[in-house]
């Protein structure tokens, strides 16, 4: 793999590429996943990946609902 190649692969994906959750951001992915917000949006209004938001609300026991307000998990 040439040096480019591997940058390109490495490289963040954002600003909140790899950056710790804060408690604020867990308390307000609580309280959006509480309304039965679906993921996508509440990935969006916390400046984080689908997938980010997905696995940290797992962690936390936190049950998300897909865009059609069905409850989701992730995969075993």
Do not use: C, H
Not at 13 to 40: C, D, H, I, M, Q
Not at 42 to 49: C, E, F, H, K, V
């Amino acid at each position: 793999m040439s040096p480019r190649q591997d940058a390109v692969i490495n490289k963040p994906f954002g600003p909140t590429s790899g950056r710790p959750w804060t408690a604020a951001e867990k308390y307000k992915l609580r309280g959006l996943a509480k309304t039965n917000t679906p993921v996508e949006k509440i990935a969006r209004s916390l400046n984080r990946s689908v997938a980010s938001t997905a696995t940290t609300a797992a962690r936390l026991g936190i049950v998300l609902n897909d865009p059609s307000g069905t409850p989701q998990s992730l995969p075993s």
